[in-house]
T-cell receptor, first 109, second 114 residues
Framework: DAKTTQPPSMDCAEGRAANLPCNHS???????VYWYRQIHSQGPQYIIH???NNETNEMASLIITEDRKSSTLILPHATLRDTAVYYC??????????FGKGTRLSVIA | NAGVTQTPKFQVLKTGQSMTLQCAQD?????MYWYRQDPGMGLRLIYY???????DKGEVPNGYNVSRLNKREFSLRLESAAPSQTSVYFC?????????????FGDGTRLSIL
């Protein structure tokens, strides 16, 4: 599976959109982009995944660039409860998920 | 609807003791997984069960055994605990089969081995 690069930490003001970037320049055509998050003292939580089209669900939006070499997870109105570590994972579905170190998002009141 | 339930939530063991971590899911999922998470590191897969009746090793299986008791339950056993196994253990499940299905995680068992 392709390697991902995420910033180690980000801050976001409460009520504003949180935009979390992920670079995956070596992604293959059959690999999906998955996002999970882990709130302190809890297990990881699945957020969203996509192949090449933008995706939206009740939690977030996923924007994938046309060349698929990068993506952005958008939390449209961040709340304090969105403070967590966010993991971007590129995955073909043929092998186990590999969780990296992610981005620690701090939502500030 | 509890999702994935892990017991116990906390445990302290002495070196050499044995213990079984329990995991149960109520989502009728086919696949189940055990991970460990150490400070500053991502989750690492210990064992998984793609479907009832099958188990396979993950990235770090040494020192552990698993049992897929039925479709709902997947247990992780430490036969002779070592300090290096101090960690937070997470169980997960997915509809399966296949790794592309989103995984649903429990809230973990925090295990300390003295």
């Amino acid at each position: 599976d392709a390697k991902t690069t995420q910033p180690p930490s980000m801050d976001c003001a409460e009520g504003r959109a949180a935009n979390l970037p992920c670079n995956h320049s070596t992604i293959s055509g059959n690999e999906y982009v998955y996002w999970y998050r882990q709130i302190h003292s809890q297990g990881p939580q699945y957020i969203i995944h996509g192949l090449k089209n933008n995706e939206t669900n009740e939690m977030a939006s996923l924007i994938i660039t046309e060349d698929r070499k990068s993506s952005t997870l958008i939390l449209p109105h961040a709340t304090l409860r969105d403070t967590a570590v966010y993991y971007c994972i590129v995955h073909s579905g043929n092998t186990p998920l590999v969780f990296g170190k992610g981005t620690r998002l701090s939502v500030i009141a | 609807n509890a999702g994935v339930t892990q017991t116990p939530k906390f445990q302290v063991l002495k070196t050499g003791q044995s213990m079984t971590l329990q995991c149960a899911q109520d989502m009728n999922h086919n696949s189940m997984y055990w991970y460990r998470q150490d400070p500053g590191m991502g989750l690492r897969l210990i064992y998984y069960s793609a479907s009832e009746g099958t188990t396979d090793k993950g990235e770090v299986p040494n020192g552990y055994n698993v049992s897929r008791l039925n479709k709902r339950e997947f247990s992780l056993r430490l036969e002779s605990a070592a300090p290096s196994q101090t960690s937070v253990y997470f169980c997960a499940s997915s509809e399966g089969p296949g790794w592309w299905q989103p995984q649903h995680f429990g809230d973990g068992t925090r295990l300390s081995i003295l």
